[in-house]
Each structure stands twice: as structure tokens, then as C-alpha cells.
């Protein structure tokens, strides 16, 4: 559209009135794009019949005495976003729902690591445990930043075990070792997650990496983490197999483990309960 002006009108003076339009123009932009909704990783989650939602039982979150805890130097870049808001490391913006299937270790084929994780080192009297319920996990649409649908191959992605109110939980031994005798690097830790990674990578692309919900982890191993997230996070937490790195904070812990990235079935005899 073209503009006409009478005669001797001084273009600056315009500019000078259309200035401040043009700023509040902006202003209200930027305003309503801060109050856009927020991606699905920002929403808090609902609590339904999760494990993490259970109410901690008196006495359960004692911090563990005598915890050292060691560093290793990543392998990798740092992760460019944070872990808080990020899917492969904070299990509960993914979530999960109940399903029924068997409750029990199940026999898959396949080819079998004998190096993989073996989750009765969780407890320490080394138990294969009662499975209380059994989930699926969701999938990330990365696309729009967002839950996707449930994973449905396979169809049990995280299992509830029954455990003991304060007992500890402790870092299940498997053959792969990332510098000296440590064995995971903890690539996220809160008040009640924990996700372990049995390689140097600031990632779930390759290796193995277990996911535990619902637990009381260690006060001293939150802050240390902590520590190394500040100081730039090119080194993290490293365990070593059987360490203890926190506490049943109910009757029931969440445990969900990956292979390269895919969730695998917590239950399968060959990979994490061999000889069971």
C-alpha cells in the first residue's frame, strides 16, 4: 500500500510519532510469547499410581555413612541441555503407565551379553525381588519436544520391585569398567531419581544405562553431583559395582534399564538376572 503525505510534512516527525508504536508492537510480542504454554518437559507431572508419588515412610532417607565418591572425565561433550528438563536423563518427564503381563523373570530371544547388568546387585542380599507392578514407558517425540505415545515393544519397559523401607541400594556389577574399578558414571541425581550410565559418554547412545525411581538418593552424592553440574560438568560421579548410592525410600522401587538408548525389558532372565 503506498502512503501519501501532504505537502511540507516533516518524515522525521512521523518516525519520531511511529516509534513508539513500533516498541510497543515489539513489547507485546515478547510478552506473549513468554506466556505461551510451556513445552510438555516443563509441565509438572500428575501424580497417579507412580512409584516416585508413594509417601516416604519414617526413617527411609538416612543418608549412607562413610560414602566416598569418585570423578571421571566424560568421554564427550557436556549435554546441551540440562538434565532437569532432559528425557533420557530425567525419567519422570517421560512417566509411565500400568499394564498387566507376567509378573515374573521372562525368557526372550536374542543373543546375550555376559557382561550386561545384573540387577540383583541392587540389594544386598543380592534377591531376585517380588515384582509389585509392572509399567510402560513413554516415548519422546523429539520433534515437538513432547511425550509420545506409550513404548509398546517391549511391552514392560519398568518394573516396581518390592523392597524394604531405608534398605541400600547399591550399583548392580556388570564386566564393562570406564576407568579404573568404576563401573557407572551418574549422569543425573535428585531427592528420588537416579540415572547411571555404564559408560564415559554424557549420552544413552551407546552402553547400557539404568534408571531407578521412587528412591532416596544419597544427600552427599545429590551435592557432589551438583558440584560437578556448576563446575561445567565435564567430569561426573563415578561409581563403582556394589557401591551403595542411596535408599529404599518405600516398599517399592522403579527400575527401568536401556541398550543403546532402547528401553529393554526389565525382566529378561538371559540379560539382567542370568542363572536365575
Not at 515412610?57 to 546441551?80: Q, R, V, W
Not at 526372550?108 to 515384582?131: M, Y
Not at 532416596?216 to 563403582?240: E, I
Not at 534399564?257 to 532402547?262: E, F, Q, T, V
Request: glycine share 8%; hydrophobic share 35%; net charge positive.
Amino acid at each position: 500500500m503506498r502512503l501519501f503525505f501532504p505537502k511540507k510534512v516533516n518524515l522525521l516527525r512521523y518516525r519520531l510519532y511511529l516509534a513508539p508504536l513500533v516498541g510497543l508492537s515489539t513489547l507485546l510480542l515478547i510478552c506473549a510469547w513468554s506466556a505461551r504454554p510451556l513445552p510438555a518437559y516443563a509441565d509438572p507431572l500428575q501424580p497417579n499410581d507412580k512409584v516416585s508419588t508413594a509417601p516416604v515412610l519414617p526413617g527411609a532417607c538416612t543418608p549412607l555413612e562413610g560414602s566416598d565418591y569418585g570423578s571421571l572425565k566424560i568421554n564427550s561433550a557436556p549435554t546441551e541441555r540440562s538434565p532437569e528438563v532432559h528425557p533420557d536423563f530425567n525419567l519422570g518427564l517421560r512417566s509411565y503407565e500400568p499394564t498387566a503381563s507376567w509378573m515374573g523373570l521372562v525368557d526372550i530371544g536374542g543373543e546375550k551379553d555376559k557382561r550386561a547388568p545384573q540387577l540383583w546387585g541392587l540389594f544386598a542380599d543380592h534377591r531376585t525381588p517380588t515384582f509389585k507392578r509392572l509399567y510402560q514407558v513413554y516415548d519422546w517425540d523429539w520433534q515437538c519436544n513432547c511425550r509420545g505415545s506409550l513404548i509398546a515393544a517391549p511391552q514392560v519397559t519398568l518394573v516396581e520391585m518390592a523392597t524394604t523401607p531405608g534398605e541400600k541400594l547399591s550399583v548392580p556389577d556388570s564386566g564393562y569398567f570406564i576407568g579404573g574399578d568404576y563401573q557407572v558414571l551418574v549422569l543425573h541425581a535428585s531427592a528420588s531419581r537416579i540415572t547411571l550410565k555404564y559408560t564415559r559418554e554424557d549420552d544413552v547412545i551407546h552402553g547400557y544405562t539404568l534408571h531407578l525411581d521412587g528412591i532416596c538418593v544419597d544427600p552427599n552424592l545429590q551435592k557432589f553431583y551438583q558440584s560437578l553440574y556448576l563446575n561445567g560438568r565435564t567430569y561426573l560421579p563415578a561409581l563403582r559395582a556394589g557401591q551403595a548410592f542411596g535408599r529404599a525410600r518405600t516398599e517399592g522401587i522403579g527400575v527401568a534399564i536401556r541398550d543403546s538408548g532402547a528401553f529393554m525389558d526389565p525382566r529378561s532372565r538371559k540379560d539382567w538376572w542370568q542363572g536365575r
